[in-house]
Protein backbone atom coordinates (compact mmCIF):
# COMPACT_ATOMS: atom_id res chain seq x y z
CA UNK A 1 0.00 0.00 0.00
CA UNK A 2 0.95 3.55 -0.50
CA UNK A 3 1.23 6.65 0.87
CA UNK A 4 -0.70 9.67 -1.40
CA UNK A 5 0.21 12.99 -1.58
CA UNK A 6 -2.78 15.64 -1.81
CA UNK A 7 -1.05 16.27 -5.19
CA UNK A 8 -2.31 12.79 -6.42
CA UNK A 9 -4.99 11.31 -4.88
CA UNK A 10 -8.53 12.45 -6.93
CA UNK A 11 -10.80 14.68 -4.99
CA UNK A 12 -13.42 12.50 -3.27
CA UNK A 13 -17.05 13.81 -2.43
CA UNK A 14 -20.03 11.69 -0.72
CA UNK A 15 -23.84 12.56 -1.03
CA UNK A 16 -26.38 10.53 1.45
CA UNK A 17 -30.06 9.71 -0.19
CA UNK A 18 -32.54 8.89 2.42
CA UNK A 19 -35.88 8.96 4.05
CA UNK A 20 -34.41 9.68 7.53
CA UNK A 21 -38.20 9.60 9.44
CA UNK A 22 -39.40 6.30 11.19
CA UNK A 23 -42.80 5.81 12.35
CA UNK A 24 -42.96 4.79 16.07
CA UNK A 25 -40.78 1.79 17.21
CA UNK A 26 -38.88 1.85 13.67
CA UNK A 27 -35.33 0.14 13.82
CA UNK A 28 -34.08 0.06 10.01
CA UNK A 29 -32.81 2.60 8.63
CA UNK A 30 -31.85 2.50 4.36
CA UNK A 31 -29.43 4.70 2.80
CA UNK A 32 -27.98 5.37 -0.72
CA UNK A 33 -24.32 6.53 -0.53
CA UNK A 34 -23.21 8.16 -3.59
CA UNK A 35 -18.95 8.67 -3.82
CA UNK A 36 -17.80 10.41 -6.76
CA UNK A 37 -13.64 10.82 -7.10
CA UNK A 38 -12.71 13.60 -10.07
CA UNK A 39 -9.02 13.85 -11.25
CA UNK A 40 -7.94 10.32 -12.94
CA UNK A 41 -7.55 8.74 -16.55
CA UNK A 42 -11.20 8.00 -17.30
CA UNK A 43 -14.56 10.09 -17.60
CA UNK A 44 -17.69 8.80 -15.55
CA UNK A 45 -18.23 5.04 -15.98
CA UNK A 46 -17.41 5.26 -19.81
CA UNK A 47 -13.85 4.87 -20.40
CA UNK A 48 -11.60 7.02 -22.47
CA UNK A 49 -8.08 7.64 -23.53
CA UNK A 50 -5.79 8.04 -20.18
CA UNK A 51 -5.11 11.71 -19.60
CA UNK A 52 -1.48 11.36 -18.50
CA UNK A 53 1.30 11.94 -20.76
CA UNK A 54 4.16 9.31 -21.29
CA UNK A 55 5.99 8.84 -18.06
CA UNK A 56 3.04 10.77 -15.67
CA UNK A 57 0.44 9.22 -13.71
CA UNK A 58 0.30 6.76 -10.85
CA UNK A 59 3.07 4.25 -10.29
CA UNK A 60 1.30 1.11 -11.44
CA UNK A 61 2.19 -2.50 -11.96
CA UNK A 62 -0.06 -4.81 -14.16
CA UNK A 63 0.46 -9.22 -15.09
CA UNK A 64 -1.72 -10.50 -18.03
CA UNK A 65 -2.71 -13.84 -16.94
CA UNK A 66 -3.55 -15.96 -20.43
CA UNK A 67 -5.29 -19.04 -20.96
CA UNK A 68 -2.67 -21.32 -22.60
CA UNK A 69 -4.71 -24.86 -22.08
CA UNK A 70 -5.42 -27.44 -24.80
CA UNK A 71 -9.13 -25.92 -24.97
CA UNK A 72 -7.48 -22.88 -26.63
CA UNK A 73 -7.09 -24.43 -29.85
CA UNK A 74 -10.56 -25.70 -30.12
CA UNK A 75 -11.33 -23.00 -32.05
CA UNK A 76 -7.67 -22.10 -32.74
CA UNK A 77 -8.98 -18.44 -33.02
CA UNK A 78 -9.41 -18.28 -29.28
CA UNK A 79 -5.25 -18.75 -28.99
CA UNK A 80 -4.66 -16.50 -32.15
CA UNK A 81 -7.45 -14.13 -30.14
CA UNK A 82 -5.42 -14.27 -26.77
CA UNK A 83 -2.39 -13.39 -28.58
CA UNK A 84 -3.55 -10.46 -30.04
CA UNK A 85 -5.77 -9.05 -26.97
CA UNK A 86 -2.19 -9.22 -24.66
CA UNK A 87 -0.49 -7.43 -27.36
CA UNK A 88 -3.15 -4.63 -27.69
CA UNK A 89 -3.21 -4.32 -24.00
CA UNK A 90 0.49 -4.46 -23.97
CA UNK A 91 0.64 -1.21 -26.20
CA UNK A 92 -2.19 0.59 -24.12
CA UNK A 93 0.99 0.25 -21.26
CA UNK A 94 1.39 3.93 -19.96
CA UNK A 95 5.51 4.28 -20.08
CA UNK A 96 6.97 3.43 -16.71
CA UNK A 97 4.06 1.08 -16.00
CA UNK A 98 5.91 -2.53 -14.93
CA UNK A 99 4.38 -5.09 -16.33
CA UNK A 100 4.42 -9.10 -16.80
CA UNK A 101 2.33 -11.35 -19.15
CA UNK A 102 1.91 -14.79 -17.49
CA UNK A 103 1.01 -18.11 -19.32
CA UNK A 104 -1.11 -20.36 -17.85
CA UNK A 105 -2.08 -23.72 -17.80
CA UNK A 106 -1.97 -26.56 -14.94
CA UNK A 107 0.89 -24.66 -14.02
CA UNK A 108 1.66 -20.91 -14.32
CA UNK A 109 4.77 -19.67 -16.11
CA UNK A 110 6.58 -16.13 -16.92
CA UNK A 111 6.33 -15.53 -20.65
CA UNK A 112 7.58 -12.21 -20.31
CA UNK A 113 10.06 -10.44 -18.54
CA UNK A 114 10.63 -13.79 -17.12
CA UNK A 115 13.24 -14.47 -13.93
CA UNK A 116 11.17 -13.27 -11.77
CA UNK A 117 11.02 -10.00 -12.57
CA UNK A 118 8.41 -7.15 -14.08
CA UNK A 119 9.26 -5.00 -16.91
CA UNK A 120 9.45 -1.55 -17.24
CA UNK A 121 6.84 -0.41 -20.16
CA UNK A 122 8.52 2.00 -23.31
CA UNK A 123 9.09 0.97 -26.54
CA UNK A 124 11.31 -1.19 -26.38
CA UNK A 125 10.38 -3.51 -23.75
CA UNK A 126 6.41 -3.46 -25.62
CA UNK A 127 8.27 -4.77 -28.47
CA UNK A 128 10.21 -7.64 -26.62
CA UNK A 129 6.47 -8.15 -25.04
CA UNK A 130 5.00 -8.62 -27.91
CA UNK A 131 7.62 -10.73 -29.58
CA UNK A 132 7.74 -13.45 -26.49
CA UNK A 133 3.82 -13.64 -27.07
CA UNK A 134 5.16 -16.24 -30.17
CA UNK A 135 6.13 -18.54 -27.53
CA UNK A 136 2.27 -18.93 -26.56
CA UNK A 137 0.65 -22.08 -27.73
CA UNK A 138 -2.24 -24.32 -26.51
CA UNK A 139 -1.64 -27.54 -24.40
CA UNK A 140 -1.89 -28.64 -20.83
CA UNK A 141 -4.84 -27.87 -18.06
CA UNK A 142 -6.30 -25.23 -15.94
CA UNK A 143 -5.42 -24.03 -12.22
CA UNK A 144 -5.77 -20.65 -11.57
CA UNK A 145 -5.46 -20.47 -8.37
CA UNK A 146 -1.50 -21.27 -9.47
CA UNK A 147 -1.55 -18.05 -11.99
CA UNK A 148 -3.32 -16.04 -9.69
CA UNK A 149 -0.24 -16.77 -6.77
CA UNK A 150 2.37 -15.88 -9.58
CA UNK A 151 0.93 -12.91 -10.37
CA UNK A 152 0.74 -12.03 -6.97
CA UNK A 153 4.54 -12.59 -6.06
CA UNK A 154 5.41 -10.41 -9.56
CA UNK A 155 3.08 -7.55 -8.72
CA UNK A 156 4.48 -7.35 -5.08
CA UNK A 157 8.05 -7.10 -6.12
CA UNK A 158 7.51 -3.73 -7.34
CA UNK A 159 7.20 -0.64 -4.81
CA UNK A 160 3.96 0.78 -7.09
CA UNK A 161 0.68 2.53 -5.99
CA UNK A 162 -1.72 0.39 -8.18
CA UNK A 163 -1.43 -3.16 -9.06
CA UNK A 164 -3.84 -4.81 -11.50
CA UNK A 165 -4.26 -8.27 -12.98
CA UNK A 166 -5.82 -9.35 -16.30
CA UNK A 167 -6.62 -12.62 -16.58
CA UNK A 168 -8.63 -14.32 -19.78
CA UNK A 169 -9.30 -18.50 -19.75
CA UNK A 170 -11.63 -20.32 -21.76
CA UNK A 171 -12.45 -23.64 -19.63
CA UNK A 172 -13.53 -24.53 -16.24
CA UNK A 173 -11.20 -24.89 -13.25
CA UNK A 174 -10.55 -28.56 -13.78
CA UNK A 175 -6.79 -29.03 -12.76
CA UNK A 176 -7.32 -27.95 -9.08
CA UNK A 177 -9.81 -27.90 -6.51
CA UNK A 178 -12.32 -24.95 -5.56
CA UNK A 179 -10.87 -24.76 -2.50
CA UNK A 180 -7.11 -24.26 -3.60
CA UNK A 181 -8.80 -21.63 -5.62
CA UNK A 182 -10.17 -19.76 -3.19
CA UNK A 183 -7.24 -20.14 -1.17
CA UNK A 184 -5.41 -18.57 -3.71
CA UNK A 185 -7.90 -15.75 -3.84
CA UNK A 186 -8.23 -15.37 -0.05
CA UNK A 187 -4.49 -15.33 -0.60
CA UNK A 188 -4.23 -12.25 -3.17
CA UNK A 189 -7.54 -10.37 -1.86
CA UNK A 190 -6.31 -6.84 -0.96
CA UNK A 191 -3.19 -7.41 -2.88
CA UNK A 192 -4.22 -6.09 -6.61
CA UNK A 193 -7.49 -5.87 -8.40
CA UNK A 194 -8.19 -8.33 -11.35
CA UNK A 195 -10.77 -8.27 -13.85
CA UNK A 196 -11.32 -12.07 -15.35
CA UNK A 197 -12.58 -12.49 -19.09
CA UNK A 198 -14.45 -15.65 -20.16
CA UNK A 199 -13.70 -16.60 -23.85
CA UNK A 200 -16.28 -18.50 -25.71
CA UNK A 201 -18.77 -20.66 -23.91
CA UNK A 202 -16.76 -23.12 -22.26
CA UNK A 203 -16.13 -21.79 -19.08
CA UNK A 204 -17.83 -21.64 -15.57
CA UNK A 205 -19.44 -18.41 -15.18
CA UNK A 206 -19.70 -18.53 -11.72
CA UNK A 207 -16.12 -19.33 -11.32
CA UNK A 208 -15.04 -15.74 -13.45
CA UNK A 209 -17.27 -13.96 -11.77
CA UNK A 210 -16.34 -15.28 -8.57
CA UNK A 211 -12.50 -14.18 -9.37
CA UNK A 212 -13.70 -10.86 -10.20
CA UNK A 213 -15.79 -10.62 -7.34
CA UNK A 214 -13.07 -11.75 -4.91
CA UNK A 215 -10.22 -9.18 -6.27
CA UNK A 216 -12.65 -6.56 -6.46
CA UNK A 217 -12.55 -6.17 -10.69
CA UNK A 218 -15.12 -6.58 -13.48
CA UNK A 219 -15.86 -9.87 -15.35
CA UNK A 220 -17.88 -10.47 -18.71
CA UNK A 221 -17.65 -12.95 -21.29
CA UNK A 222 -16.46 -12.37 -24.78
CA UNK A 223 -18.37 -15.20 -26.94
CA UNK A 224 -16.21 -14.04 -30.10
CA UNK A 225 -12.63 -14.02 -29.71
CA UNK A 226 -12.30 -11.38 -32.28
CA UNK A 227 -13.80 -9.33 -29.47
CA UNK A 228 -10.93 -9.94 -27.09
CA UNK A 229 -8.49 -7.24 -28.41
CA UNK A 230 -10.80 -4.53 -27.94
CA UNK A 231 -12.14 -5.71 -24.64
CA UNK A 232 -8.50 -5.89 -23.48
CA UNK A 233 -7.95 -2.28 -24.73
CA UNK A 234 -10.89 -1.05 -22.95
CA UNK A 235 -9.59 -3.00 -19.64
CA UNK A 236 -5.95 -1.44 -19.71
CA UNK A 237 -7.44 1.64 -20.47
CA UNK A 238 -9.67 1.95 -17.87
CA UNK A 239 -6.75 0.37 -15.43
CA UNK A 240 -4.06 3.10 -16.52
CA UNK A 241 -7.01 5.61 -15.39
CA UNK A 242 -6.72 4.55 -11.37
CA UNK A 243 -5.22 7.09 -9.01
CA UNK A 244 -5.25 5.54 -5.96
CA UNK A 245 -5.67 1.83 -4.58
CA UNK A 246 -6.73 0.06 -1.55
CA UNK A 247 -9.88 2.44 -0.67
CA UNK A 248 -12.11 1.98 2.25
CA UNK A 249 -15.42 2.93 3.29
CA UNK A 250 -15.37 3.30 6.78
CA UNK A 251 -18.23 3.06 8.40
CA UNK A 252 -18.84 3.76 12.35
CA UNK A 253 -22.61 3.15 14.14
CA UNK A 254 -22.91 4.22 17.77
CA UNK A 255 -23.47 1.99 20.93
CA UNK A 256 -26.71 -0.55 20.12
CA UNK A 257 -26.61 0.17 16.25
CA UNK A 258 -26.08 -3.08 14.31
CA UNK A 259 -25.04 -3.28 10.33
CA UNK A 260 -27.20 -4.96 8.76
CA UNK A 261 -25.46 -5.39 5.07
CA UNK A 262 -23.38 -2.69 2.94
CA UNK A 263 -23.38 -3.34 -0.70
CA UNK A 264 -22.47 -1.67 -3.56
CA UNK A 265 -25.24 -1.37 -5.76
CA UNK A 266 -23.87 0.54 -9.13
CA UNK A 267 -22.21 0.41 -11.57
CA UNK A 268 -23.02 -3.68 -10.33
CA UNK A 269 -24.11 -5.14 -7.40
CA UNK A 270 -21.49 -6.27 -5.24
CA UNK A 271 -21.90 -7.47 -1.50
CA UNK A 272 -19.29 -5.97 0.96
CA UNK A 273 -21.07 -6.88 4.37
CA UNK A 274 -18.91 -9.85 4.84
CA UNK A 275 -15.39 -8.00 4.13
CA UNK A 276 -15.79 -5.92 6.78
CA UNK A 277 -12.70 -5.70 8.96
CA UNK A 278 -12.80 -4.05 12.08
CA UNK A 279 -11.19 -0.33 12.38
CA UNK A 280 -12.06 0.93 15.90
CA UNK A 281 -14.58 0.96 18.32
CA UNK A 282 -18.19 0.40 16.40
CA UNK A 283 -16.29 1.07 13.31
CA UNK A 284 -15.49 -1.08 10.17
CA UNK A 285 -13.88 -0.66 6.84
CA UNK A 286 -15.27 -2.38 3.80
CA UNK A 287 -12.88 -2.50 0.36
CA UNK A 288 -13.96 -0.89 -2.83
CA UNK A 289 -10.09 -1.62 -4.48
CA UNK A 290 -8.41 1.07 -7.08
CA UNK A 291 -10.75 4.61 -8.37
CA UNK A 292 -10.11 6.70 -11.30
CA UNK A 293 -12.43 9.46 -12.46
CA UNK A 294 -15.99 7.79 -11.57
CA UNK A 295 -18.88 7.67 -9.17
CA UNK A 296 -20.21 4.30 -7.32
CA UNK A 297 -23.44 4.42 -5.09
CA UNK A 298 -23.35 1.75 -1.89
CA UNK A 299 -26.60 0.47 0.02
CA UNK A 300 -26.12 0.85 3.80
CA UNK A 301 -28.52 -0.46 6.01
CA UNK A 302 -28.54 -0.19 10.32
CA UNK A 303 -30.54 -1.06 12.26
CA UNK A 304 -30.95 1.26 15.47
CA UNK A 305 -32.45 1.23 18.98
CA UNK A 306 -36.03 2.51 19.22
CA UNK A 307 -36.34 5.45 20.73
CA UNK A 308 -39.83 7.67 21.25
CA UNK A 309 -41.51 10.37 19.08
CA UNK A 310 -39.60 13.02 17.82
CA UNK A 311 -36.14 12.24 19.13
CA UNK A 312 -33.55 11.96 16.13
CA UNK A 313 -30.14 10.24 16.52
CA UNK A 314 -27.31 9.70 14.23
CA UNK A 315 -27.33 6.02 13.08
CA UNK A 316 -24.07 6.24 11.02
CA UNK A 317 -20.90 8.02 10.06
CA UNK A 318 -19.75 6.61 6.51
CA UNK A 319 -16.12 8.45 5.41
CA UNK A 320 -13.36 7.10 2.80
CA UNK A 321 -10.02 6.39 4.08
CA UNK A 322 -7.03 4.33 2.23
CA UNK A 323 -5.85 2.20 5.59
CA UNK A 324 -1.94 2.16 6.07
CA UNK A 325 0.78 -1.44 6.63
CA UNK A 326 1.36 0.49 10.16
CA UNK A 327 -2.25 0.60 11.20
CA UNK A 328 -2.82 4.88 10.71
CA UNK A 329 -4.60 5.84 8.08
CA UNK A 330 -5.24 7.95 5.14
CA UNK A 331 -8.71 10.25 5.39
CA UNK A 332 -9.45 10.90 1.83
CA UNK A 333 -12.00 14.24 3.32
CA UNK A 334 -15.45 12.91 2.17
CA UNK A 335 -18.20 12.15 4.52
CA UNK A 336 -21.66 11.53 5.03
CA UNK A 337 -24.07 11.33 7.83
CA UNK A 338 -27.33 8.54 7.85
CA UNK A 339 -29.63 9.69 10.59
CA UNK A 340 -33.03 8.30 11.95
CA UNK A 341 -35.58 10.56 13.29
CA UNK A 342 -39.05 9.09 15.07
CA UNK A 343 -42.11 10.83 13.88
CA UNK A 344 -46.04 10.14 14.04
CA UNK A 345 -46.16 11.76 10.46
CA UNK A 346 -47.39 8.76 8.28
CA UNK A 347 -46.95 10.35 5.23
CA UNK A 348 -43.34 11.26 6.19
CA UNK A 349 -42.25 8.11 7.91
CA UNK A 350 -43.64 5.10 5.14
CA UNK A 351 -42.21 7.75 1.92
CA UNK A 352 -39.31 5.37 0.23
CA UNK A 353 -36.46 7.42 -0.59
CA UNK A 354 -36.72 7.30 -4.70
CA UNK A 355 -32.54 5.96 -4.85
CA UNK A 356 -33.10 4.16 -2.00
CA UNK A 357 -36.43 2.12 -4.19
CA UNK A 358 -34.27 2.17 -7.14
CA UNK A 359 -31.31 0.41 -5.95
CA UNK A 360 -33.27 -2.84 -3.84
CA UNK A 361 -35.03 -3.20 -7.26
CA UNK A 362 -31.37 -3.17 -8.79
CA UNK A 363 -30.36 -5.91 -5.83
CA UNK A 364 -33.64 -7.49 -6.69
CA UNK A 365 -33.04 -8.10 -10.56
CA UNK A 366 -29.74 -9.20 -9.98
CA UNK A 367 -31.26 -12.09 -7.44
CA UNK A 368 -34.10 -12.91 -9.92
CA UNK A 369 -31.88 -13.55 -13.05
CA UNK A 370 -29.17 -15.42 -10.35
CA UNK A 371 -31.98 -17.69 -9.31
CA UNK A 372 -34.31 -17.95 -12.68
CA UNK A 373 -31.00 -19.52 -14.86
CA UNK A 374 -30.12 -21.58 -11.79
CA UNK A 375 -33.96 -23.11 -11.50
CA UNK A 376 -33.80 -23.54 -15.66
CA UNK A 377 -30.64 -25.37 -15.57
CA UNK A 378 -32.22 -27.62 -12.56
CA UNK A 379 -35.31 -28.43 -15.06
CA UNK A 380 -37.82 -26.62 -12.75
CA UNK A 381 -39.37 -24.25 -15.64
CA UNK A 382 -42.40 -23.00 -14.05
CA UNK A 383 -40.32 -21.54 -11.02
CA UNK A 384 -37.30 -20.04 -13.86
CA UNK A 385 -40.41 -18.38 -15.58
CA UNK A 386 -41.48 -16.89 -12.14
CA UNK A 387 -38.25 -15.40 -11.58
CA UNK A 388 -37.18 -14.48 -14.58
CA UNK A 389 -40.76 -12.96 -15.03
CA UNK A 390 -39.77 -10.84 -11.94
CA UNK A 391 -36.83 -10.03 -13.88
CA UNK A 392 -38.18 -8.74 -16.90
CA UNK A 393 -40.78 -6.51 -14.69
CA UNK A 394 -38.00 -5.19 -12.81
CA UNK A 395 -35.82 -4.09 -15.68
CA UNK A 396 -39.10 -2.96 -17.34
CA UNK A 397 -39.41 -0.58 -14.46
CA UNK A 398 -36.16 0.65 -13.99
CA UNK A 399 -35.51 1.43 -17.22
CA UNK A 400 -32.34 -1.35 -17.43
CA UNK A 401 -32.52 -1.63 -20.94
CA UNK A 402 -29.31 -3.64 -21.31
CA UNK A 403 -30.44 -6.01 -18.64
CA UNK A 404 -34.14 -5.97 -20.64
CA UNK A 405 -32.35 -6.94 -24.19
CA UNK A 406 -30.39 -9.85 -22.62
CA UNK A 407 -33.50 -11.16 -21.21
CA UNK A 408 -35.30 -10.90 -24.29
CA UNK A 409 -32.81 -13.73 -25.44
CA UNK A 410 -33.72 -16.16 -23.04
CA UNK A 411 -37.83 -15.67 -22.29
CA UNK A 412 -40.03 -14.38 -24.92
CA UNK A 413 -41.75 -11.28 -23.03
CA UNK A 414 -45.81 -11.31 -23.22
CA UNK A 415 -46.23 -8.23 -20.76
CA UNK A 416 -43.24 -6.80 -19.59
CA UNK A 417 -45.00 -4.42 -16.57
CA UNK A 418 -46.85 -7.26 -15.64
CA UNK A 419 -43.48 -10.04 -15.58
CA UNK A 420 -45.70 -12.41 -17.82
CA UNK A 421 -43.09 -14.75 -19.81
CA UNK A 422 -42.17 -17.56 -21.52
CA UNK A 423 -39.18 -19.43 -21.36
CA UNK A 424 -37.90 -19.94 -24.67
CA UNK A 425 -37.61 -23.37 -25.71
CA UNK A 426 -33.98 -22.68 -27.37
CA UNK A 427 -31.47 -20.74 -26.15
CA UNK A 428 -28.16 -19.88 -27.48
CA UNK A 429 -25.50 -21.05 -24.74
CA UNK A 430 -23.55 -17.40 -25.29
CA UNK A 431 -26.88 -15.67 -24.76
CA UNK A 432 -27.60 -17.67 -21.53
CA UNK A 433 -23.92 -17.00 -20.36
CA UNK A 434 -24.05 -13.58 -21.32
CA UNK A 435 -27.00 -12.46 -18.70
CA UNK A 436 -25.71 -14.76 -16.24
CA UNK A 437 -22.43 -12.49 -16.60
CA UNK A 438 -23.71 -9.16 -16.32
CA UNK A 439 -26.94 -10.36 -14.36
CA UNK A 440 -25.16 -7.62 -11.37
CA UNK A 441 -25.12 -4.34 -13.66
CA UNK A 442 -27.14 -1.72 -13.35
CA UNK A 443 -28.33 1.54 -14.22
CA UNK A 444 -28.28 5.05 -12.15
CA UNK A 445 -31.34 5.94 -10.91
CA UNK A 446 -33.15 8.28 -12.66
CA UNK A 447 -33.13 11.97 -11.72
Request: negative net charge; glycine residues 10%.
Given at each position: ?38 G ?26 V ?42 K ?29 G ?18 A ?15 E ?21 A?G???D ?9 A ?14 G ?42 E??T ?18 G ?13 V ?52 Y ?32 V ?6 G ?15 D ?28 R?K?
Amino acid sequence: MANFSKSNVPQFSMDVYQNEYLPEGGREVNAIVTVSATGGGTIGNAVAAPLYTPGQGPSAAVAIMVDCSGSMDYPPTKMRGGRDATAAAIDTLRDGVHFAVIDGTHVAKEVYPGGGRLAVADATTRDQAKQALRKLSAGGGTAIGTWLRLADRLLSSADVAIRHGILLTDGRNEHESPEDLRAALDACAGRFTCDARGVGTDWEVKEVTGIASALLGTADIVADPAGLAADFTQMMETAMGKEVADVALRVWTPVGTTIKFVKQVAPTVEELTDRRTESGPRSGDYPTGSWGDESRDYHVCVEVPVAGLGQEMLAARVSLVIPQPDGSVQNLGAQGLVRAVWTDDMVASTSINPQVAHYTGQAELAQAIQQGLDLRKAGDMDGATAKLGRAVQLASASGNADTAKLLAKVVDVVDAAAGTVRLKAKVAEADEMTLETRSTKTVRVKK
